[in-house]
């Protein structure tokens, strides 16, 4: 195919700046190529392949384009086997840096490392770790921000605890320094952000305040309201001005056209506040006997204005400008120790990230920001260091491919190594606007934008538009058009959509031969949930009373099954085979904004359709079965003491047993052994005394291969050790056979991946892997399924559109258009704006109280309006996927209403929809109902007439429509459900009314948990005395600490002060150390202190204890604890062998004891004990506690842990409990409870 007169222009264009404006589909890749290619191959100024620097959005993308060059230096090379130049780039072609940005600043970061300090062993960390060690680090700094409060009282810290948190934990806090934390990471000088941040919140007068860039960012929202309701008070007057319109309206009318321009003209904010708060006229009553319709139209338009201006609902013009300084004070005392505290996170995680090797994209970004960039010219263009200068000169020309989607950061950078500098025009940037949908990635679509607008056709700097599509049939792009021409404006999704930006027909697709049926249009398809057809309640039931997005499904099945009807259904071109076909599953797609619960019901609808369908899941990789099992036995091989992991394996395919076998196992052991063993004592005992049986044997194999394992995981690298798990048990050929095994497969092999991905990391050794998998589900870091589905499965597939970007298909079906727009982070407390800083909700300490501030709603406003243009262009994104056919859905409620509210933009003049019609919708349905409301009038115009189709279906016509056998189940099961209500007379039913009616007598029991913990009986007993709140986990600091701790996060009160550790890990640590203590070669008299450091040094060695947790482990507590009187009668215990640590324990207990039930049914609890040991033929249990606590907190708050202890150990033992105590190693003294 012939390039175009642009296209040619885009490749042939010399020593420029050019901006390439490039629409969906129209060959931006192929003509950049070419661009390239024939630089390369100029007779006259050839140029190296690696004189170029590509940059590409993803390293597919780069490859793709390598592979295209590749491809045509070949042919070049076949056609001029003699020319040097072109063999010498089709071998330096692999090394040329055609690249994404975030490869390029790695490569310039480890060229000059050096300038920057750094260990030139640094890399990117996995994206996992990377957060485990920010949560690390936040931990970390949050814990000595406590002791410091703690010791010093009201600190700044402090109150961001009062302002940010719920009293009970601190997680509000840490959300809002992440969610500031990663805006900042998109500049290029995060210092000069919250420099600027600060700087943003000093507003002490109102000159300060109407200068402030937000507050003239609102007053323009306001001025595009204000005009876009001054056409609808026109469009009244109008009205008023027809035969028998409401003429005694005009005054009136006028007057809101006088007010509205004022507001439209207001410049402060006392201007705009008094402009809104100026009262409407009333209309007159003066009795109208003209045409009530013309009333109604000019009363209901009227009303939409006014809407937009009622300042009750205006919350950013509700205070006065002295309310609004006297907010921003406010807001200053916690808003700016708010900002230290970030930059205090910075530093210490860009510390710990250098520390471990292992830094983010962003990091590399900033660095290569440091090395190439000097600053900025009075134009506020980045200036290049000689570093910048010296890269500069090696490239002749740099290319930025989809360039919508750069932000500042990347500008700079790429700014700094361009020509620029030297006045020499050599960047050449091509992207498209209308396609920028990565604003949660820091994309700022405005920079394409400023250049689009300043760039003209001829100079230095100019643009070229490309708005041929070579993908889609004409249909489908006037369809678009249509749309696009009413919903996209300058004001709201950042260029005017016009004909310059409207889609040409570039593809000519071959005559269909006679009697295909082929896609001659673009459908709206809706389904009306409220309105049921002629279905009564009980019919609806038949069909399973299906929500709202189950009835879209149906719809979207019942419409699939038409396109592939054998005699109607339609037919597509296929390109390899150069003729027409039938339309096969493959070639449809299913698109949605987001797939979060709407992709499973869709997927469910289609299923129950019989309708082949995958759906690409985000999450639950790490709840699939054989990534469990692998875990489990990775669990057991780390601490085989872990009941639950071994019971899994036991059940697995590795080990190979049923319930009733694991069963029997545990009843003969408990019964002739003891019942105080856990599992795998259990197995042990099982299989030494039962190894002639079948069972014993499947007991002693796996007790084998853990013990194997075991051995030689300290040698073995964790990703051999699975493989070693696999091998021995043929457990990957094993999951290879189950259904769906090629996912299955790949899940396990993305494991090993994941494993291997891990120790490159800081990190190593299996405790640390399944501690990183932990952080990862905890952080919900979860990803989806591995993905074995070929390009060439026959199946429809639903994915979302920010997937499908960059992909077409035939069939294309744009669904959700019903569901309403995620606004939720418009909610949010503190808002965090990339141009504006930050604002938040006014928080009175005293009081208890919050209110809105201006600044925080003006935020949320400009917000809401980026976010509304973001969704426009994803609608776009979307649309222009479809290559034949175009189908968009949705489930609406009350279509007839929504077409009434958007009838009065009929005739209404500008293609543009009004501002407000536009920015207030809530959902793509609306967008495009508004439009269609127009249709009659403009099709003819935009050539689309005939060629839009929209259908409202009701629920009766969708339903009905479902395929027989699915509603041959429903009603077969309706038909039994009526049987048996009818059958009361019946002689079956007589015989067996017993069975039928029958209640279980035991329903209370069904309700509550089988299984308990210690942990969960004590909050059921808990002491609700004084020092122990209930709500809580934790006791009440002693009265002396009262008055410092009292508006504290109650998990902060627990706080320790132990290097890098959190209270909880110090506890651990402590529990651990006792554990592995042997208290039989203890000698009290001998130098205790050289004792305990040298069992330290021994535990580091074995790998049990890293050296920074050692700091947990002192010498005198320990000491202290060894010699006190509990200690001693510890170690005598050991020295008789009587002494035992660190139990765990299953035991049934009556159920009575716990609830309040009388049902004879018994409950198991499961626990840990720290310590027991005989004396004297009874039993003295015991406990650590490392609590920062007293010694009445301490009864309070453990003595039902410590009583069900003692009921257990009766039980499992048949001795009696004598004592029961605790060492706490904070008061370094023994409490007896």
Request: hydrophobic share 40%; with cysteine.
């Amino acid at each position: 195919m012939p390039w175009t007169e642009k296209q040619e222009q885009v490749i042939k264009e010399r020593n420029k700046t050019i901006l390439v404006s490039a629409a969906a589909g129209s060959g931006k890749t192929a003509t950049l190529v070419e661009r390239i290619y024939q630089k390369m191959i100029d007779p006259e100024h050839p140029v190296d392949i690696t004189s170029f620097l590509v940059v590409t959005f993803t390293k597919a993308a780069a490859a793709q384009m390598k592979e295209k060059l590749l491809k045509k230096l070949e042919e070049a090379q076949e056609q001029y086997p003699e020319s040097e130049h072109i063999a010498k780039q089709n071998m330096l072609i692999q090394s040329a840096d055609i690249t994404t940005i975030d490869s390029f600043c790695l490569n310039i970061v480890k060229e000059y490392f050096s300038y920057l300090n750094l260990d030139p062993a640094v890399g990117i960390g996995d994206p996992g770790m990377l957060e485990m060690l920010k949560y690390d680090v936040m931990t970390e700094l949050f814990e000595e921000k406590y002791a410091q409060l703690q010791e010093q009282g009201d600190t700044e810290f402090g109150r961001l605890l009062e302002v940010f948190c719920d009293g009970k934990r601190d997680d509000n806090l840490k959300d809002v320094l992440d969610k500031i934390y990663r805006q900042i990471t998109s500049f290029p000088a995060p210092e000069r952000f919250l420099e600027e941040a600060r700087m943003g919140l000093q507003i002490d007068t109102a000159e300060d305040l109407n200068h402030a860039p937000w507050m003239q960012a609102m007053l323009d929202i306001l001025h595009k309201k204000a005009a876009a309701a001054v056409q609808l008070a026109e469009r009244c007057l109008a009205i008023c001005e027809e035969a028998d319109g409401p003429e005694q309206y005009r005054e009136q009318i006028e007057s809101d056209i006088e007010k509205l321009q004022a507001i439209g003209q207001a410049d402060s904010y006392a201007t705009m506040k008094g402009a809104i708060e100026s009262k409407w006229a009333t209309l007159s009553r003066k009795k109208f006997t003209g045409d009530k319709e013309l009333q109604e139209a000019c009363k209901t338009l009227r009303k939409e204005y006014k809407d937009e201006f009622d300042s009750k609902k205006l919350d950013s013009f509700k205070q006065s400008e002295a309310q609004i300084l006297e907010d921003m004070q406010l807001l200053k005392t916690y808003l700016l120790p708010l900002l230290s505290l970030t930059e205090e996170f910075m530093t210490r995680f860009m510390e710990e990230k250098q520390k471990r090797k292992m830094l983010e994209f962003s990091d590399i970004s900033h660095m290569a920001y440091q090395l190439v960039c000097a600053g900025y010219d009075e134009d506020g263009t980045a200036v290049p260091t000689e570093i910048g200068k010296t890269i500069a000169n090696r490239y002749e020309e740099i290319y930025i491919d989809e360039y919508q989607d750069s932000n500042y950061l990347q500008e700079d950078i790429l700014t700094a190594v361009s020509g620029k500098s030297r006045d020499v025009h050599n960047m050449f940037m091509v992207g498209d606007v209308k396609q920028s949908i990565y604003r949660f990635r820091m994309a700022r679509p405005e920079i394409f934008v400023k250049k689009y607008n300043r760039y003209q056709a001829e100079g230095n700097d100019i643009k070229i538009e490309l708005n041929h599509n070579f993908r889609s049939r004409a249909v489908v792009l006037r369809a678009i058009n249509y749309f696009f021409y009413q919903l996209m404006g300058s004001d709201l999704g950042g260029i005017t959509y016009d004909e310059k930006q409207a889609l040409v027909p570039g593809k000519q697709f071959p005559e269909p031969p006679e009697g295909a049926r082929i896609a001659e249009d673009v459908e709206l398809l809706f389904a009306d949930v409220d309105d049921t057809g002629d279905l009564s309640e009980e019919q609806l039931r038949q069909y399973g009373s299906p929500e709202k997005d189950t009835v879209e499904g149906y719809m979207i099945a019942n419409r699939i099954r038409s396109l592939m009807q054998p005699d109607t259904g339609m037919q597509v071109y296929d390109e390899e085979e150069a003729c027409y076909r039938p339309v096969r599953y493959k070639d449809i797609v299913i698109l949605a904004r987001s797939l979060k619960d709407y992709g499973d019901v869709i997927y469910n609808a289609l299923t129950a359709q019989g309708i082949p369908v995958y759906l690409e899941k985000s999450k639950g990789y790490f709840q699939a079965v054989e990534i469990q099992v692998i875990m489990a036995m990775l669990s057991v091989v780390d601490n085989s003491r872990q009941d639950i992991p071994l019971s899994a394996v036991l059940l697995s395919p590795i080990g190979g047993l049923n319930e009733s076998e694991l069963a029997q196992i545990c009843a003969a052991v408990r019964n002739a052994v003891s019942e105080k063993l856990c599992l795998y004592d259990i197995c042990e005992y099982y299989a030494e005394d039962q190894a002639d049986t079948e069972l014993g044997g499947k007991v002693r194999r796996l007790l084998d291969l853990i013990e194997d394992l075991k051995e030689k995981k300290q040698h073995l690298s964790v990703s051999d050790l699975i493989w070693e798990l696999l091998e021995q048990t043929g457990y990957y050929e094993y999951v290879t056979a189950m259904p769906a095994g090629d996912i299955r497969k790949s899940n396990v092999d993305m494991l090993l991946q994941k494993a291997v991905q891990f120790e490159n990391g800081y990190y190593k050794g299996l405790f640390h892997f399944l501690r990183y998998v932990d952080k990862l589900k905890l952080m919900e870091k979860d990803e989806g399924e591995a993905s074995v589905l070929s390009e060439d499965a026959d199946v429809v597939r639903i994915m979302s559109i920010h997937k499908s970007k960059g992909l077409e298909y035939p069939v294309v079906f744009v669904a959700g258009m019903g569901r309403q727009f995620n606004r939720m982070e418009l909610k949010d407390n503190v808002q965090v704006h990339p141009d504006y800083y930050l604002a938040a909700m006014a928080m009175h300490i005293k009081g208890r109280y919050k209110h809105n501030t201006a600044i925080r709603s003006i935020y949320a406003a400009l917000e809401d309006a980026e976010m509304m243009a973001e969704n426009l262009r994803v609608l776009y994104v979307a649309m222009t996927r479809a290559k034949e056919k175009l189908i968009l859905t949705g489930a609406i409620r009350g279509a007839d209403r929504l077409l009434a509210k958007y009838a009065y933009v009929e005739d209404m003049e500008p293609l543009l929809l009004p501002y407000n019609v536009r920015k207030n919708a809530d959902s793509y349905a609306k967008h495009l109902l508004a439009c269609m409301v127009r249709y009659n009038r403009l099709a003819a115009a935009c050539k689309v007439q005939g060629k839009i189709r929209m259908e409202i279906c009701n629920q009766e016509e969708i339903l009905t429509a479902m395929i027989p056998m699915e509603l041959h189940k429903r009603l077969q099961l309706e038909d039994i459900r009526r049987m048996a209500e009818q059958a009361e007379e019946d002689v079956f039913y007589a015989k067996n009314e017993a069975s039928v009616s029958y209640v279980y007598p035991h329903m209370p029991m069904t309700t509550l948990g089988a299984k308990l913990s210690i942990s969960d009986i004590k909050k059921m007993k808990a002491y609700d005395g004084k020092g122990y709140d209930i709500n809580t986990e934790f006791a009440l600091p002693d009265t002396a600490e009262q008055e410092i701790e009292k508006n504290l996060p109650k998990r902060a009160q627990s706080a320790g002060k132990t290097g890098t550790l959190t209270g909880a890990e110090r506890g651990t640590i402590v529990h651990k150390f006792m554990e592995m203590l042997p208290f039989e070669a203890v000698d009290t008299d001998g130098d205790l202190d050289a004792y305990i450091a040298q069992q330290k040094a021994a535990l580091l060695a074995r790998g049990i204890f890293e050296e920074r947790e050692l700091v947990a482990i002192r010498e005198a507590k320990i000491r202290k604890m060894l010699q006190s009187t509990l200690g001693c009668r510890m170690i005598e215990a050991a020295r008789l062998g009587n002494l035992y640590k660190e139990r765990q324990f299953s035991a049934g207990i009556p159920a009575s004891e716990v609830y309040d039930v009388t049902e004879p049914d018994v409950l198991v609890v499961q626990g840990i004990i720290d310590a027991y040991f005989y004396e004297d033929d009874d039993v003295v249990v015991m406990d650590y506690k490392t609590d920062a606590a007293d010694e009445e907190t301490l009864v309070g708050r453990y003595r039902a842990q410590l009583a069900s202890y003692a009921e257990v150990l009766e039980r499992l033992t048949g001795k009696k409990v004598k004592e029961q105590v605790i060492y706490s190693f904070h008061l370094d003294k023994m409490i007896r409870l």
